[in-house]
């Protein structure tokens, strides 16, 4: 007996080990990396060197919890959402090692991702964790279909959905036309009384008799015999229904993925509610104006209830009229307050980036008081040149000429960061910047004030910097237009844009650090002051 007790003892501790490793929050990932040196720019090199370290370790964090050959298979997916960023779930980084040697960088870093918060991001985006549950469904072929189960199954097992029953059945009183109405489903669940999912696999017919044109997959949900999802592979030459290959085999079942399958919809009552994810609602006023202009004169929406706020991320609960591509579309047409960039529509989650259309006037840049000490960074900065003027940063009594040609005459006016906060500054005139770290940016409005379609813009950089800054031009309607970087050490650019045709009235200017943000870095230098001016160039 006091054995027995000891054993159950044992197992108890051991059970409560396993959870214990099962409801870790965090884990700890290393990676190294060597990056070439361009230019002798060590510090780009390095900081390059740091953010891919840092993708890599989050990359290693996913690989782990939803296994490899589904991070392959939905790597672009993952890569290309905003909501799967290192700065979002790295908690620490710590650097191990860094040297350069013969032009390369080589850097070891070590990091710790918080797993539990990264798990949930991926089941928003329909993946499947290694630890999720199976899935079960039922799978009906039409009769004189060739389908291989076993390929079937290793598919769908990828994606944790497991076959519990493989039949093949015969519908041939049914025209494919009429394979989808509730009668036809009530059919199918009638010949497998367990199942709550059927995928039937049938034939479309080509307009040779025996012939095949298409493959057709129907998902059935037993609770309302809804069709939640179709999808049809179209053959390239009619085949015989018998003679499916392995490479038409192949084809079929690269059909069945995350979006095509609409797991999420299994459960009834899920097609009338969609979880609405909107980025940009930097504020309360934006919200409020996103919820009395969009959502309430949304014809598409039932009721909406917010669940959710975070710094720039507002969830919302939408019970909608109409399916999800339908609401999705309702958000890419033209909006009077907002404009849109619909960044996924699947399963039963919209994610959407927001921008307020500004509607008032920029507030226009202060003017700029002379001060000794950025006269001397001026000079400095450009050296041979603005001696050539004869001005010394003693000289405050300045030639109009010199004045006009290096002198800032406005200073950029704080908050400036965004579509909403930022200063209207006057062509053909000096404006004095400066970008406070890596996480600052300068936004600026530039008028367009003849009647010209090529804009000219100077930028100096004034004093040392370990930055990279860069320029973007933005259209009027807040979308890119183009980059344009610094390289090394250099600290001079000027460029010109030719819009095709006549310039809008108003274009915008962003000045910020091409690297940005990264969490842990220590060192100087990560600020600049900058001179910006710019004109419309007449047409000769």
Request: proline content about 4%; aromatic content about 10%; some cysteine.
């Amino acid at each position: 007996m006091k054995f027995l007790r000891l054993f159950i003892i044992f197992c108890l501790f051991i059970t409560l080990q396993q959870n214990m490793l099962g409801a870790r929050e965090t884990e700890t990932y290393k990676a190294e990396i060597t990056v070439s040196i361009l230019e002798n720019d060590t510090v780009y090199a390095r900081n390059n060197a740091f953010q891919s370290l840092q993708n890599l370790i989050l990359n290693a964090a996913i690989t782990d919890l939803i296994g490899q050959a589904l991070f392959n298979e939905y790597r672009y997916l993952i890569l290309r959402s905003k909501a799967i960023k290192p700065s979002k779930f790295l908690v620490s980084a710590k650097v191990l090692d860094e040297f350069s040697n013969e032009g390369k960088f080589t850097m070891k870093l070590e990091g710790i991702i918080q797993t539990s918060t990264l798990a949930e991001e991926l089941r928003k985006l329909n993946l499947v964790l290694k630890t999720d549950p199976k899935i079960p469904v039922t799978v009906m072929v039409e009769s004189g279909l060739k389908i291989d189960q076993q390929d079937l199954s290793e598919r769908l097992g990828l994606l944790h959905i497991v076959i519990t029953d493989f039949k093949t059945i015969d519908i041939s009183d049914y025209l494919p036309e009429e394979r989808y109405t509730g009668d036809f489903a009530e059919r199918l669940f009638n010949l497998s009384t367990g199942s709550k999912i059927v995928y039937l696999v049938d034939s479309i017919p080509a307009g040779e008799p025996g012939f095949i044109k298409a493959i057709r997959t129907q998902i059935f949900r037993r609770t309302d015999y809804a069709v939640i999802s179709a999808f049809q592979l179209d053959l390239p030459n009619p085949l015989v229904a018998g003679e499916i290959d392995e490479a038409t085999q192949g084809r079929l079942n690269r059909l069945f993925t995350i979006s095509s399958l609409e797991t999420g919809m299994y459960n009834e009552g899920l097609d009338a509610t969609v979880i609405l994810e909107v980025e940009g609602l930097l504020d309360p006023f934006n919200r409020s104006e996103f919820e009395q202009k969009i959502l309430k004169k949304n014809r598409s929406i039932k009721s909406f209830t917010l669940t959710q706020v975070s710094l720039n991320k507002s969830i919302y609960r939408v019970q909608s009229r109409v399916g999800l591509t339908e609401l999705a579309g309702t958000f890419e047409r033209k909006h009077p307050h907002f404009y849109f960039i619909v960044e996924q529509a699947s399963s039963n989650v919209i994610q959407i980036e927001s921008f307020y259309r500004y509607a008032n006037q920029a507030p226009e840049v202060d003017a700029w008081e002379p001060d000794q000490r950025i006269m001397g960074l001026i000079a400095d900065s450009l050296g041979e040149e603005f001696m050539a003027s004869e001005l010394t940063s003693d000289d405050l009594m300045l030639q109009p000429a010199v004045q006009n040609k290096f002198i800032p005459k406005y200073v950029e006016k704080e908050p400036n960061n965004n579509s909403q906060h930022l200063n209207r500054i006057p062509p053909a005139t000096q404006i004095l910047g400066n970008i406070s770290s890596r996480a600052d940016e300068d936004v600026f409005q530039l008028t367009r004030d003849v009647n010209s379609s090529t804009l000219v813009v100077e930028w100096i950089r004034i004093g040392k910097t370990t930055l990279s800054p860069q320029l973007r031009l933005y259209d009027q309607h807040f979308n890119v237009i183009n980059n344009y970087n610094l390289v090394g050490r250099q600290n001079k650019l000027r460029f010109s844009y030719t819009f095709k045709e006549t310039a809008p009235h108003k274009v915008f200017l962003r000045v910020t650090d091409k690297v940005g943000y990264i969490q842990g870095e220590t060192g100087g230098f990560k600020t600049f002051f900058y001179l910006l001016k710019y004109y419309w160039q007449t047409e000769s």
